[in-house]
């Protein structure tokens, strides 16, 4: 069963979340927060899975309740998603690099909010290629030095390349297909490089290849 907590400031907002989700068998709805330091408290209590996220929220935004949770390690397991009206939010892209896993927009279709979710706990990518792109580009133009590249250092060449390729937006599929690997073996090695690198998922190691200068803006 995947835990899920909803953390919004608008009633609507949440009582909607909470009855699409509910209605699915291997998701249940453990609590709701109306604000960012609510946002922290539930999810403390319940150890949720997935959080979804409101940015703009009264005491604490989910900015930086994000940071709170993805700071504290007994939410380890915790994914937060950021549910926000815009695409290209201001906040969205500090947002992951406070931990967010990823993103959605408030008028997603219902079926994509239940399958992001479960996206999301499996802690794989919740970000198109195009919005990854769009995304990364906004983290890359905030960097004043690339990252310590020793972070790297762990990494056999081969993981590199998949790496970048995982930097540049591409399915295990595709990388595979680049690599001449199976999607099986690509998706081995995507695990190797997230347990080294300590990574929560999928979406971070896409912000360690952009923040490494692997990826740079317009490369792919």
Do not use: C
């Not at 994000?66 to 926000?84: M, N, R």
């Amino acid at each position: 069963m995947i835990r899920v907590v909803v953390a919004d400031d608008q009633q609507l907002i949440r009582a909607g979340f909470h009855a699409l989700l509910d209605s699915e068998p291997d998701i249940e709805v453990v609590g709701e927060a109306s604000t960012g330091a609510e946002a922290v408290r539930v999810a403390r209590v319940e150890r949720p899975d997935v959080i979804l996220m409101d940015i703009r929220m009264p005491d604490g935004d989910g900015l930086w309740a994000t940071g709170e949770i993805v700071g504290d390690p007994a939410l380890a397991g915790t994914h937060v998603v950021i549910v926000t009206t815009f695409e290209l939010d201001d906040y969205v892209a500090q947002a992951i690099r406070a931990g967010a896993s990823g993103f959605l927009v408030k008028d997603t279709e219902p079926v994509e909010l239940i399958r992001s979710v479960r996206v999301a706990a499996g802690g794989e990518a919740l970000l198109s290629p195009g919005v990854t792109k769009r995304l990364l580009v906004r983290v890359a133009s905030g960097l004043k030095a690339p990252a310590d590249l020793s972070v790297l250092d762990p990494l056999t060449e081969r993981e590199r390349d998949v790496l970048t390729l995982v930097g540049a937006g591409l399915t295990n599929t595709e990388i595979g297909e680049r690599l001449f690997l199976s999607p099986l073996t690509a998706k081995t090695h995507v695990s190797r490089i997230m347990s080294k690198l300590g990574a929560r998922d999928r979406v971070h190691l896409v912000v360690v290849a952009y923040e490494t200068g692997l990826v740079q803006p317009g490369w792919y």
